[in-house]
């Protein structure tokens, strides 16, 4: 199974992981290894903030073969036309970044993940538009962005029953609070400050995670 195909298949919730809005690429790429090394992730989203298009392009080139040396899928977020220029497996779009019919016509057999917030509507909308996968949050309090949208485990228990597209659960999940979504049928789990700001490292945050899964 390749990379790109893994990323959106799974017979048990799987690690979703999302890296920090910022980051030195050079830097990053061992402790990314390390942390890929620790445990079962199934994607990697490259999420940069206020990153200029060249910042990216050279995250893609240092990060994206770190992840497919370990056959995880790596998805670049916002923008699928870079996505495609630079051979990601796919791309995450919100709401609000540009053509999703569009997107999925560009990246073909590629991923496709769209952001569909607390939303029934927006979710059976990206279904119907062949989405690969879509997103739900936020579930818990977040300081990775202004939480906006509020979901609850009813929103996974009715897509499961509902849908076979894949759904992923974000916003402020760790290996805490984690069971209740992996119980309500969240395919994968999308975290960031669990794994990389762990109190005993990347490697550690990874490890606590596919525990508590694994546990629920």
Known sequence: MNAASQGVSSERCRLYLITPPRLDPAAFRDVLAAALDAGDVASLQLRLKDASV???RRAVEILMPVAHARDVAFILNDDAK???ELG????????TDGDHAGARALLKD?????????????????GE???DYVAFG??????????VHHAGTDILE???EMMEIPCVAIGGITAANCGPLVRAGADFLAVVGAVWNHPEGPAAGVRAMNAAIAAA
């Open 138 to 147: 936020a579930f818990f309090p977040t300081d990775t962005k202004e939480v």
């Open 129 to 131: 538009l062949g989405a």
């Open 88 to 95: 990601c497996d796919g791309a995450h779009l919100g709401q």
């Open 110 to 126: 590629r991923i496709l993940g769209i952001t569909c917030h607390a939303s029934r509507h927006l979710a059976m909308e990206a």
């Open 54 to 56: 060249d910042d990216v």
């Open 82 to 84: 870079l996505a495609h």
């Open 158 to 160: 009715w897509w499961t």
